[in-house]
């Protein structure tokens, strides 16, 4: 009798703590965006949003940092997505399981871990140097889109997987061609999921800087580019300027807290756009 | 005749899929070359920089004189010849603006024309002189005589004990100090993020009720996608303050800010990847376990755990890569120092942040340059390597499975 309460006793003493440890992080991480959307809510302006930064950054808005973010994320995802979606698709579909396929999906998973600041030195040597783009959209798109590519290979990967069988067979069995089957039926069930990944993604490249620093992103340039090849600011850059070697700091501060929550509001937005798609496609596709 | 048409047209369609699939691989490839081909241009270089010389006078005895001496006797730490091997005789050190404390204008020429001719002479006059002087005035009537200068060796590169390639007369590259920088902020990261991240885990997986799960769940997916330097920029206003005033430190930028940012980056990871790992555990098995009358408890330490086992070691290994590939948080927050760290409250350094904060003030080419690509190179063969044991750990993980 003993024995048994000393067992559940020892089951509530081990739950406990692992309730309160997980309690920790949560409240950890919920503390960050709480921090940061309190102090940065009281910046967030239309001003703000649509103003050229002014008196060495410590005044005035982060319009083209926002507008430098979005040309980047543009240039990365017109590279990344053709090419990821057909390269998912490729290994999904058409790749027998071997020495290719296996091949294929190291090289992905190993494109997935490298750190970005070795895509930032990757892209100064080839395209900013060799290429000769120097600092411009273009190096910067580029390097951030081959980072980009593995995501979006993976995501296409698992949407892909998520059909179930039976509908290719189906399809087969009425005389459609391989192409045809992707195209009509497999395609169309796993786009809501695809499309959700590739939100995601989005998410993540807005906020990526170690690749940017050498291959595109301006300290400080207050005016919109002209052409691919002119350098931007973009919004991870400027609030690593700002709060660490903007020309007085402390002023600084809160156009810092505004950036942040910008960057913040960003990745919760793809986020939401994410689940919102998610359960719209999901209900559609149960209907059906 | 339309056949042929759409079959050619599928086998074009599968051609150009193909294609897309092999560009990972192609990158990857790119990748390793222009990274290598940069970094290890490094190796064998002269690190006396370019187009100087150390000269001596030619009665010294003293014939090697090796990249780390050279530094310190120009910082004046070795003051004597003795520890070199030659006289017993105070170093007098030498640089090039240093020669109107022993010429005057007129003796130096209208045009500086005779700086060659006075140089060679000072060198010749002064038996226990080194100097730092340009090349190209070390014709052929030069008295002194020039010490080969040391070349950067892959022992000095790995083992050396000090990174300082802005350092005149010679460049010290000794990436000794960031790799064991990285290592310490890595390894404090996964010692804060592991028992929190695994806790979290098994409570999602094995105790929470489904409604809090589905709460908790996508806020830590949220936080997977804060980017870095956000994460930074909180380190910097919250923890690094909170560190100084705990510790009563001059600076609150040291190793353990660096730890405590990448901790709570790495969390999500760890979180998702083990919670993951853990819900795979079959229901069979957890319900034999309740079954011989073990308590949920129990299970969870004698059946789950174990059973995911492997799982949650790439959780922590993933956890680690990420950590020693993290850039821009880290930057930010542990101080920047390059030197050896003796404990989590010093500035340490590492590889990343390095790479971040020089590459911008270099020259294109220049030795400094290829030393931030080397250390690229050893960053991306660390990373490389950590994921080829996640990517065996895991495949041996499926087979189980099946």
Redesign the interface.
Known sequence: MKGKKIKYMKEALAFNLFRLMSLVVIIILFSILLFITVKGISVISWDFLTSMPEEGMTKGGIFPAIIGTLILVTGSILFAFPIGVLSGIYINEYAKDGFFKRFVKLMTNNLAGIPSIVFGLFGMSLFVNTLDFGDSIIAGSLTLGILTLPVVIRTTEEALKSVNNSFRLGSYALGATKLQTIRKVVLPMATPNIITGLILSIGRVSGETAPILFTVAAYFLPKLPSGIFDQVMALPYHLYVISTSGTEIEKSRPMAYGTALVLIAIVLIANLLANALRRYYGKKVKMN | MKKFF?RF??KL??G???L??????F??L??VI??F??GLGVINEKTVEEGFVIAVNKNNRVNTISTEQIKNIFDQNITNWESLGGENDSIILFRIDDISNYYSDEQLGDTLQNIPYCISQLIDSIPEIIAFIPEKYTSKEFKGRVINSDIVTVSDFIGGKEWFPTAQPSAQFGILPLILGTLWVSLGAILIAL???L??A???SE??SPKMRNV?K??????S??????????G???IVPMIQNVFGLPVGETGLAGSIVLG?MA??TI?TISEDALRTTPREMKEASLALGA????T??KVTIPYSASGITAAAILGI?RA?????AV??VTGNAAVIPGGLLEPVRTI?AT??AE??ETA?GGLHYKA??AL?CI??IM??V??LI??YISSKRKTKVQ
């Open positions: 759409k047209s599928e369609v599968e150009a899929l193909f897309s699939s092999s560009v990972t691989t990158v990857v790119l990748i222009f990274l081909k940069e028992p929190l991240g806790a979290t098994i409570y999602l105790i929470a908790i996508p806020l830590v997916e949220l936080l996608g804060i980017p870095s330097v956000v994460y930074g920029f909180f910097l206003i919250v709570i969390l999500p979180i308590n949920r408890w129990q969870v330490l890569g020693i590939g993290e850039t821009m930057l930010m990343p790479i971040a590459l911008g294109h931030l690509f690229g960053l991306f990373t490389m950590i994921n996640v990517e």
